[in-house]
């Protein structure tokens, strides 16, 4: 399953809201998580089964879709939300496979 | 506190071998199944391969790329998993990640890096 995310990058403002997508080449269902990555740092789960935030994940963070279309919002945007995110389907395997990653900058 | 950390990185010559150690820390390491994701400089990320809990049988899979070259498996006793790497190309160069699998990856590790030039 090819997973394709957009925008490339996406720059915004302190306190606005980003909206990340991401398509599936299929249906994964609701199969789908989140990561955040910081630079040299590993990524970070934030979100599984499209909605479900991680332990410690703030309430700005919050996913949605189902099927082939996902989205990550993050709302009231923060300096230290700026990180490459990344979709991941688990639903058909094997591989589980990622998307390219979206780059939000503040 | 729970933490996952590589270690066995380093430059290989193309061709050559390496294997990757990932100690665990802070939760039970039997009970869980483990994968191995990798990073190319400045790409995103890849699925390596797995291997089930003990009780599950240990079972592995593995990427296509990797397939026949890569071999995971765990030492329970030493709460750690390993990844040995033949025949590798220059397209393994990267930072090798241990994560805790539940089909999504829960905990990383920090990475390893792998470089393979001549």
């Known amino acids: 399953i090819v997973m394709t995310q957009s925008p490339a990058t996406l720059s915004v403002s302190p306190g606005e809201r980003a909206t990340l997508t991401c398509r599936a080449s299929?249906?994964?269902?609701?199969?789908l998580a989140w990561y955040q990555q910081k630079p040299g740092q590993a990524p970070r789960l934030l979100m599984y089964h499209a909605t479900t935030r991680a332990t410690g994940v703030p309430a700005r963070f919050s996913g949605s879709g189902s099927g082939t279309d996902f989205s990550l919002t993050i709302s009231g945007l923060q300096s230290e939300d700026s990180a490459v995110y990344y979709c991941q389907q688990y639903n058909n395997w094997p591989p589980w496979t990622f998307g390219q990653g979206t780059k939000v900058e503040i | 506190d729970v933490q996952l950390v590589e270690s066995g990185g380093g430059l290989v010559k193309p061709g050559g071998s390496l294997r990757l150690s990932c100690a665990a820390s802070g939760f039970t390491f039997n009970n869980v199944w483990m994968s191995w994701v990798r990073q190319a400089p400045g790409k995103g990320l890849e699925w390596v391969g797995r291997?089930?809990?003990?009780?599950?049988?240990?079972?592995?899979n593995y990427a296509p790329p990797v397939n026949d070259r890569f071999t995971i498996s765990r030492d329970d006793s030493k709460n750690t998993l390993y990844l040995q790497m033949h025949g590798l190309k220059i397209e393994d160069t990267g930072v090798y990640y241990c994560?805790?699998?539940?089909?999504?990856?829960?905990?990383w590790g920090r990475g390893t890096l792998v470089t393979v030039s001549s």
């Open positions: 291997i089930t809990s003990k009780t599950d049988g240990e079972i592995t």
């Open positions: 994560s805790r699998d539940y089909n999504y990856f829960d905990l």
């Open positions: 299929e249906s994964v269902r609701t199969n």
